[in-house]
């Protein structure tokens, strides 16, 4: 039913917390360090501190016309700035650590509503579809959805362009990032956070190393392999097996060897079930051998359980990103853009980077992370070398007609 | 055994007008009652669909309001004839309205859209067109999903029967003063979320859980392998768990209306019988059964019919090839941004439900459908 | 009751006992684990593996404010749709079961008809009509998508208690002089209860429970269910097990309170 939310790093202080409080203690120099006075932070603090962990209740995912919401005061000039993003992206102010928003706050005294009530690629386009193509607003200023859909808002003419001029750390974007295949101008977007797809497996129960997409299809683990009911990263890495390359696919045609593949498998009972982002739970109990899976979600889980591992297969993985941009009409641009040019800052992205624990877009990232904390720096699931970005691929951006061609046979599939 | 009250229309019996002669609203009161009925219902449709808007939305809301007002109007001044005929209009009226505006309304703009053909994928208006291809592609592309929706559906259905029954009767009959209490407990479990139960099933159906686990233990997951309620060790993601869960979710639907009915029979009806009849069994099968069938009836509908249309157990507990018809609307209308075809997946599902239970509600004998 | 006149008899009546045990004990089996795994204390996001029993989550229940929030919005919005629903629909049941009266069946048709139409087919098709009318998607919109599919349950359930009502009984009433209005509340309605309340109860658990519908028709107000999928795709944490504990308990207190004032009222009349 949902592509869901692909991205989940570990709101849970559980045992795992060992890296977490070194790293707390320290960013907390640091955080206090580019701030002004502690009073002011209290006073801004409160409002966004609510915002951001209220989640879905404070959402004003009812799109309306800007002006009729009440939730962002302030006309073009930017006071004031919403962002609507995933669950669980950004951090927070806790344990002595302040968090970005309230930092951008205190840094640049614009009013700032942060909520997290984008939790579906799928569910937020239905609920944008009927006002933005009307040629209404919504009311966030800023949405970050994942690269397809990205590309998708692209093509249907629904997002502004970004003012780049006043956004001078856009400078700082990885370069295998800029001018992307979902933002060929890249003047739409700039990637919140990145990502891999790959395969993650749980050691105990494959009993073996796996190195290929092909391990998926290996009947030892029939009836205990999960896919991703993401269709890119699933269809992508079994393409990429087949040698075909996703990142210039034109049409359908070229894609129907690994679809005619996993149908197969599916009709041989070997994949137990397409899975959102609830793999996780499957992978540590044993139920799934083997999955696809998001290299941000497996660093949480390996480090509870240090059976679980993430590998990039030989033949390639994919790359993702959900990217920020602008809904059009969106009213705080100004404000957008400042928000933009902040968290693009090496030294705030660090902080980012080292809670959310995803693949930050932007360079000169690892540097700051490991003044923070070392051991994080030297992930390779967070700071991948050359020869891993080499191996990862980013889906091409399909066309409406070929798009929908590739939604309905992976429907077809997963059995929907 | 219903003692219903007779109306006579057409007799001229209205008496309290003071005057000799009866108008005809006087004569004919249901015809004005019903008339009323379907004029403000298909006013409220018209407004709903968007076929009146602006000035003439506003004129139609003002007769609706003017029909009920009649209503009560005729109802005051007529004698107690006319108030007793038109009394289950007036009874009607609220819930059917609303109805009416909340469900028919959006009926009809969903019948529009399955009849429509979408410009592009994202458009928002579809273009009516009679574009009956919809219908086609719903019948012919999701064969496999309607079939194990209705196959799911009916065995969960059945189980449901199987398990409700015994225990709305022990409930009806052995309850006592404990009555109350024991069928708030059968309803207690349903205050917590659908999901939260559905996942918890997940839980305990894992190749870990504390089911399979048990069943391990106990040695029976060959034979349940055999016989296809298990998959090899495994007994999450296999039909039976979707089976399972549709079953568990849907029976206090079966059990309340089951118990309701049993409830109100008469205990001496019983024991008259059991005097005349040796055993417990034929009294059984032959008073208290047949006095039941409207619970069992009204409990079949609602639990065969939300059943068919479920999605969720699939999707917790269920693998890519136990798919119902309720994921494939989902992901039309969600995923692959289809409405016209989704809407149209919807009417045929409905469709193939109503000749269902109008097929079911003869074979029951019982006179109407509810 | 009737006695069992036989060993044999004696069996079957506990096995049936036995039965009705086990299935009792099936209803309230994820109940259980429900209530088991809120004293969890989980390695990461998703409680679903026991690791080791802890009381921090009962510490302080309602530590997770928008899903309290959430419980709230659906206890608030489940307790007057269930109020309107219930009253909407008992008198389409009456009227239904009372009376002939031309189109009955028409009638009757359009109650079940709802029942058939998937959820998803409903919500979706509601929010379009809430979109086409301007109307602003939140609280009011839900109550009002509630109360709609809540109607036809609520009849159907009354309807059938009140088809076996003898409504012989009213006529006798009026005849001895009563008025229609005192005859139904002193005889109608107190023979009917039964079936409304059990109509009201599942009615309730409907609200409580719906998640498609008040999808499409929340706007930004947040259930209970709504909120548990969203944050599922993200955690599942001990804290909405504690929460739906929490409801249990109140719940069977309520029953248990109940029960007790129904045993004492008893009591009250006999020794009169």
């Known amino acids: ?124 386009f239905a609920k944008i579809q009927p006002v933005l193509g009307n040629g ?170 240090p059976a679980v591992k993430f590998i990039i297969p030989e033949q390639g993985g994919t790359a993702w990103a959900d990217a920020m941009v602008l809904p059009k009409g969106a009213v705080n641009r100004d404000a957008a853009a400042k928000w933009m040019d902040f968290v693009y800052d090496p030294v705030q992205a660090a902080q980012i980077t080292a809670w959310v624990q995803y693949i930050s877009p932007v360079a000169g990232v690892q540097e700051e992370v490991a003044k923070l904390d070392p051991d994080l720096a030297e992930n390779p699931l967070l700071f991948p070398d050359e020869e891993t970005i080499a191996r990862t691929h980013i889906f091409a951006n399909l066309s409406e007609e070929v798009e929908a061609e590739y939604d309905a046979a992976f429907s077809a599939i997963t059995g929907a | 055994m219903t003692a219903t009250i007779e109306t006579e229309p057409g007799t001229p019996r209205a008496r309290s007008s003071g005057t000799g002669r009866t108008s005809w609203w006087q004569r004919h009161p249901q015809r004005i009652g019903l008339g009323s009925l379907i004029l403000s219902g298909v006013l409220l449709i018209a407004v709903g669909t968007g076929l009146l808007d602006g000035p003439l939305a506003i004129a139609a809301l003002f007769v609706v309001l003017v029909a009920i007002v009649a209503l009560i109007m005729v109802a005051v001044m007529g004698g107690l004839e006319t108030r007793r005929a038109l009394a289950p209009y007036g009874l009607l009226n609220p819930g059917m309205l609303w109805l009416a505006l909340f469900y028919l309304a959006p009926l009809f703009t969903l019948l529009r859209n399955s009849l429509s053909t979408l410009p592009s994928r994202f458009a928002i208006d579809a273009k009516f067109d009679w574009n009956f291809g919809n219908y086609a592609d719903a019948f012919t592309d999701f064969q496999d999903q309607f079939i194990r929706a209705f196959l799911y559906a009916g065995i969960a259905t059945v189980l449901t029967i199987a398990i409700g029954y015994p225990l709305a009767y022990v409930i009806a009959f052995r309850g006592g003063k404990y009555r109350n209490f024991l069928i708030g407990l059968v309803i207690i479990p349903f205050f917590t979320s659908y999901l939260i139960r559905t996942i918890a099933w997940q839980s305990m159906l894992a190749d870990q859980g504390a089911v399979t686990s048990f069943l391990r233990t106990i040695h029976v997951t060959g034979f349940l392998d055999t016989i296809g309620i298990m998959d090899g060790d495994k007994l999450l993601n296999t039909p039976a768990a979707v089976i399972g869960g549709l079953t568990y979710n849907f029976l206090p639907f079966m059990i309340l209306p089951i118990y309701v009915s049993l409830e109100k029979i008469d205990v001496h009806l019983v024991e008259a019988a059991k005097d005349l009849y040796s055993t417990s069994v034929s009294a059984f099968r032959k008073i208290v059964f047949p006095l039941s069938l409207p619970g069992v009836f009204a409990g079949t509908l609602l639990t065969f019919i939300p059943a068919s249309g479920d999605f969720v157990n699939q999707l917790y507990l269920g693998n890519p090839n136990t798919t119902m018809i309720g994921n494939s609307i989902q992901d039309q209308f969600l995923v692959q941004n289809n409405v016209p075809l989704a809407s149209a997946m919807s009417f045929v599902l409905m469709a193939i439900i109503t000749v269902f239970v109008l097929i079911y509600s003869r074979f029951f004998g019982t006179d109407d459908l509810v | 009751m009737s006695e069992p006149s036989s060993r044999r008899g004696t069996v079957a009546r506990w096995g049936l006992n036995g039965f009705a045990a086990v299935a009792l004990f099936y209803l309230f089996m994820p109940i259980l684990w429900i209530v088991i795994y809120s004293f969890n204390k989980p390695v990461g996001k998703f409680n679903f593996i026991w690791q080791e029993f802890t009381l921090d989550n009962w510490g302080d229940p309602f530590k997770d404010e928008a899903l309290t929030d959430a419980l709230w919005e659906s206890l608030k919005i489940a307790g007057i749709s269930t109020l309107i629903a219930t009253v909407l629909g008992t008198m389409i049941a009456i009227a239904l079961a009372r009376y002939k009266f031309a189109g009955v069946g028409l009638l009757a048709f359009m109650l079940v008809l709802p029942l058939t139409t998937p959820e998803i087919v409903i919500g979706s098709s509601l929010a379009t009509l809430f979109l086409g009318q301007d109307v602003d998607r939140g609280f009011r919109t839900v109550i009002i998508a509630h109360v709609m599919f809540q109607v036809s349950f609520v009849a159907l359930t009354v309807r059938a208690r009140a088809r076996g009502f003898d409504f012989g009984l009213e006529q006798a009433a009026q005849d001895l002089g009563a008025s229609p209005m005192r005859t139904f509340w002193k005889i109608t309605f107190p023979l009917l209860l039964p079936g409304i309340l059990a109509a009201a109860l599942l009615a309730f658990a409907l609200s409580i429970d719906d998640f498609i519908i008040t999808l499409f028709n929340a706007g930004s107000v947040s259930t209970f269910p709504l909120y548990i999928n969203a944050s599922f795709k993200v955690s599942f944490s001990p804290q909405v097990n504690v929460l739906a504990t929490t409801i249990l308990i109140f719940s069977v207190a309520l029953l248990g309170a109940g029960m007790l004032w129904g045993v004492y009222r008893d009591k009250r009349t006999k020794a009169i």
Do not use: H
């Open chain 1, 1 to 124: 039913m949902t592509t869901p939310n692909p991205r989940v790093p570990n709101p849970f202080l559980g045992a795992s917390s060992l890296s977490r409080r070194q790293l707390i203690k320290r960013a907390g120099v640091l955080g206090a360090a580019g701030l002004s006075l502690p009073a002011f932070l209290a006073a801004c603090g409160g409002s966004s501190d609510d915002d951001a962990s209220s989640g879905t209740s404070a959402t004003g995912s009812s799109p309306g016309t800007a002006a009729a919401s009440g939730s962002s005061p302030g006309g073009g000039g930017g006071d004031s700035l919403y962002f609507e993003n995933w669950p669980a992206y950004i951090d927070p102010t806790e344990d002595g650590l302040t968090g970005t928003v309230d930092r951008f706050v205190a840094a640049t005294g614009i009013d700032m509503k942060y909520t997290e009530a984008y939790n579906d690629n799928n569910e937020y």
């Open chain 1, 136 to 305: 209404d607003t919504i009311d966030p200023d800023i949405i970050a959805p994942t690269s397809w859909l990205t590309g998708r808002l692209i093509q249907l003419g629904w997002l502004d362009k970004l003012p780049l001029d006043l956004i001078p750390n856009a400078a700082n974007l990885r370069p295998d990032l800029v001018k992307p295949t979902w933002d060929p101008t890249g003047e739409y977007s700039l990637p919140w956070q990145t990502g891999f797809g790959g395969i993650a497996y749980n050691l105990d129960v494959t009993g073996r190393e796996l190195t290929s997409a092909d391990d998926l299809f290996d009947p030892e683990f029939k009836g205990k392999i999960g896919m991703l009911l993401e269709m890119r990263d699933t269809m992508g890495i079994i393409m990429l097996s087949l040698g075909i390359d996703i990142s210039t696919l034109t049409d359908f045609a070229t894609a129907e060897p690994a679809f005619a593949k996993l149908e197969q498998a599916k009709n041989d009972g070997q994949i137990r079930r397409f899975t959102g982002n609830d793999y996780m739970n499957d992978l540590s109990t044993g139920n799934f051998a083997a999955c696809v899976g998001w290299s941000g979600d497996v660093v949480q889980l390996a480090r509870d359980n």
